[in-house]
């Protein structure tokens, strides 16, 4: 769905736009008058559990003059019925998510009582705060709380959302709350004729709302009826593919042929890149000395990588002072990527220009590299069809070995020829001087990723388990636990590691700890420690009731409730395998265990638990878990079912319970 309007953005004339402010006739500056329907409203009309309902959200976007630069802001106005306790409860505080580059300003909020009484919000019930979103996500919100919410009330809010991302040729909108929405209205004003010559389109995904209706105050505006709450689920598709939205765009022509698009800019990007890779000197030395002794293509590779990550740095690595980012920053081309000689010779680069830097080193040793744009898949899953570049928002090298394409990234901090799970099995635009084409990025496999963990323990009379710990990370498993390590003091690193294990044992004592390649992504990341846990074990009159598997004590089940809205996708493939070993206190036996065995799933993958007794003394238990062999990590919401009944196995041997007697042996 597109309408055209004269005026596309033109960036060269972004930074001198100086047409004044734009006033949005209509926009909210004054609440709305309650209705009477409104007032006598009982339940809600889409989700009967609901508890509120938002009558109206409406949102103003308008491009605006704000100095030298241009802003996109939004006014929203939200109008809330509250219809039982739990309403009450979420309508009492409301929480606007907000990512970087984004303000939230101008809030303002009331409360109308069901005897029509009005209770207006003060400013000091504004705060900010982050929040944790399923999965561990993190996010920044502005938190309100509002006064006198009840049963039967009204509750309505603006707020302002400035957006400064200069970027402005596109604008995700999105359509979906908290809470069911029985009408979203979005108006949108672009930029006046006399400044653009593109046409403003909307683009919508996973809905269809109204076509773009021209207002008689310079705005268009489009709608969507009768939208349900979002409902966040574990392991979901990433919320672009699950949440209704839409993308306001501005662009220079009509209908795309894809082949014909994509060749286009497959090719333009290959020229725009040649000049940026091409080696001089010092490259051309670098990359002899980095890959001396190196006789394969992968070996190439992996040695140009290791001296990048020694020798270059991302502008917000850890370590890198704000005064030598902005002494970089401030010379670079407006109109360009910066030359790979330029990069080298700097030791700071954003992604795509250390990238381009490992192609250009490439080449200097008679390899055949080419730069590759890809889509992001914790983002929209993308398809060809989808005509236009903002898809591919990142860049990586693509090097020939025999007659096939890897794809390689240096800022991804794994090991080489392993990309960041959001790259892998994706769509990948090979740029070319005559026939560019899409090649697959490949996947890792679950053994890429592995998590080993080991542990040597002993058995306390009174319950308590004390022993030596080490635990390895390599591939997608050790990159969030590195980015909470680097950069760190030794003393705040082991500060940081025993947070993690407390939140889980409560009263553990835990000590010597020590860790290995916290800055060498290219070796498992390992920590070692000891521990102390009093009252492990449950301890009655003679028995201790002893869960084994050391590791997963604590860990709730992946999948809990009875139905699913949305298609299961895993981020990336694993493998797990647990050692643990358990000697008993003087006296004690083993009274009652079954082996639970092990849990077949078919193509995708398998759990092994095996329990055995070693002189009588000793317990050993070794654990295998192996997810996404052949990349299957994504599943249809149909077979949730039996998703859910393998992993509720899994968690049920996890967390299965051996009792020790004291005394004579069992029978």
């Known amino acids: 769905m597109s309408v055209t309007f004269r005026g596309c953005l033109l960036v060269p004339l972004l930074a001198t736009y100086c047409a004044p402010a734009q006033q949005a006739i209509g926009i909210n500056t004054a609440w709305e008058p309650i209705t009477d329907a409104e007032r006598q409203l009982k339940a809600p009309t889409m989700e009967k559990d609901a508890g509120a309902e938002a009558l109206f959200w409406t949102v103003h976007v308008a491009d605006e003059r704000q100095g030298q630069d241009v802003q996109r802001v939004l006014n929203h106005y939200v109008r809330l019925k509250v219809f039982d306790e739990k309403g009450k409860e979420k309508a009492a505080t409301i929480d606007i998510e907000f990512g970087p580059k984004v303000g939230i300003t101008s809030i303002a909020a009331r409360t109308i009582k069901a005897d029509g009484s009005i209770v207006e919000m003060k400013g000091s019930a504004v705060y900010q705060r982050d929040l944790v979103r399923v999965g561990g996500r993190k996010v920044q919100v502005k938190s309100f709380a509002l006064p006198a919410v009840e049963v039967g009330a009204i509750v309505e809010y603006r707020y302002k959302e400035i957006r400064?991302?200069?970027?402005?040729?596109?604008?995700?909108?999105?359509?979906?709350?908290?809470?069911?929405?029985?009408?979203?209205?979005?108006?949108?004003?672009?930029?006046?004729?006399?400044?653009?010559?593109?046409?403003?389109?909307?683009?919508?995904?996973?809905?269809?709302?109204?076509?773009?209706?021209?207002?008689?105050?310079?705005?268009?505006?489009?709608?969507?009826?009768?939208?349900?709450?979002?409902?966040?689920?574990?392991?979901?598709?990433?919320?672009?593919?699950?949440?209704?939205?839409?993308?306001?765009?501005?662009?220079?022509?009509?209908?795309?042929?894809?082949?014909?698009?994509?060749?286009?800019?497959?090719?333009?990007?290959?020229?725009?890149?040649?000049?940026?890779?091409?080696?001089?000197?010092?490259?051309?030395?670098?990359?002899?000395?980095?890959?001396?002794?190196?006789?394969?293509?992968?070996?190439?590779?992996?040695?140009?990588?290791?001296?990048?990550?020694?020798?270059?740095?991302?502008?917000?690595?850890?370590?890198?002072?704000?005064?030598?980012?902005?002494?970089?920053?401030?010379?670079?081309?407006?109109?360009?990527?910066?030359?790979?000689?330029?990069?080298?010779?700097?030791?700071?680069?954003?992604?795509?220009?250390?990238?381009?830097?490992?192609?250009?080193?490439?080449?200097?040793?008679?390899?055949?590299?080419?730069?590759?744009?890809?889509?992001?898949?914790?983002?929209?899953?993308?398809?060809?069809?989808?005509?236009?570049?903002?898809?591919?928002?990142?860049?990586?090298?693509?090097?020939?070995?025999?007659?096939?394409?890897?794809?390689?990234?240096?800022?991804?901090?794994?090991?080489?020829?392993?990309?960041?799970?959001?790259?892998?099995?994706?769509?990948?635009?090979?740029?070319?001087?005559?026939?560019?084409?899409?090649?697959?990025?490949?996947?890792?496999?679950?053994?890429?990723?592995?998590?080993?963990?080991?542990?040597?323990?002993?058995?306390?009379?009174?319950?308590?388990?004390?022993?030596?710990?080490?635990?390895?990370f390599s591939g997608h498993a050790a990159p969030e636990k590195r980015g909470k390590l680097e950069g760190e003091s030794e003393a705040r690193q082991q500060e940081i590691y025993k947070d993690s294990l407390t939140s889980v044992f409560a009263q553990a004592e835990v000590s010597a700890i020590s860790f290995q390649n916290v800055d060498n992504p290219a070796e498992p990341l390992i920590v070692k420690y000891h521990i102390k846990v009093p009252a492990y074990g449950a301890r009655t009159a003679k028995r201790i009731l002893l869960q084994p598997v050391f590791f997963e004590r604590g860990a709730p089940p992946v999948f809990t409730a009875a139905e699913r809205r949305y298609h299961i996708a895993m981020p990336y493939a694993w493998k797990e395998h647990d050692e643990v070993s358990i000697a008993f206190p003087a006296g004690f036996v083993l009274d009652k265990g079954e082996n639970p065995g092990k849990v077949d799933f078919g193509k995708p993958g398998w759990y092994e638990l095996k329990m055995g007794i070693r002189s009588k003394t000793e317990l050993v238990v070794t654990r295998d878990l192996v997810f996404g062999q052949d990349g299957m990590l994504a599943f249809q919401r149909e077979s949730y079912p039996t998703m859910k009944a393998i992993f509720d196995a899994i968690h049920g041997s996890d967390t299965v319970a051996l009792t020790l007697r004291q005394g004579e042996a069992a029978k």
Not at 241 to 264: A, E, F, I, Q
Not at 270 to 286: G, V
Not at 384 to 412: C, H, R
Not at 429 to 451: G, I, N, R, W, Y
């Open 164 to 472: 400064w991302d200069a970027h402005l040729l596109y604008a995700r909108l999105q359509m979906q709350r908290e809470y069911p929405v029985r009408k979203v209205t979005y108006y949108v004003k672009p930029l006046p004729s006399e400044y653009t010559s593109y046409e403003m389109g909307v683009w919508p995904f996973n809905c269809t709302p109204t076509p773009l209706k021209l207002e008689n105050n310079g705005y268009s505006s489009f709608s969507l009826e009768n939208v349900a709450a979002f409902h966040e689920e574990p392991y979901m598709l990433a919320e672009p593919n699950v949440r209704p939205w839409v993308l306001l765009h501005y662009h220079k022509d009509g209908k795309r042929d894809p082949d014909k698009y994509w060749s286009s800019i497959g090719r333009r990007y290959y020229s725009d890149l040649k000049e940026s890779i091409k080696a001089n000197d010092e490259i051309k030395q670098a990359a002899t000395e980095a890959t001396a002794g190196a006789n394969t293509a992968e070996e190439k590779v992996a040695a140009l990588i290791r001296y990048l990550w020694k020798h270059t740095r991302g502008f917000y690595d850890a370590g890198v002072t704000d005064a030598e980012r902005e002494k970089v920053l401030a010379k670079m081309p407006k109109d360009r990527y910066r030359t790979a000689a330029e990069v080298l010779k700097s030791g700071l680069g954003n992604d795509d220009e250390r990238n381009l830097l490992f192609a250009s080193m490439a080449s200097s040793v008679g390899l055949e590299a080419r730069p590759v744009k890809l889509p992001n898949r914790n983002d929209i899953l993308f398809d060809p069809k989808m005509t236009d570049e903002y898809f591919l928002d990142n860049v990586d090298m693509a090097v020939k070995t025999g007659d096939q394409w890897k794809i390689y990234d240096v800022s991804a901090h794994l090991p080489p020829g392993m990309l960041g799970w959001a790259e892998e099995g994706v769509p990948a635009l090979l740029s070319d001087p005559k026939k560019p084409v899409f090649v697959t990025s490949q996947v890792a496999p679950p053994e890429s990723s592995l998590t080993r963990r080991t542990a040597r323990l002993t058995l306390s009379e009174d319950g308590t388990v004390e022993g030596d710990v080490e635990e390895s």
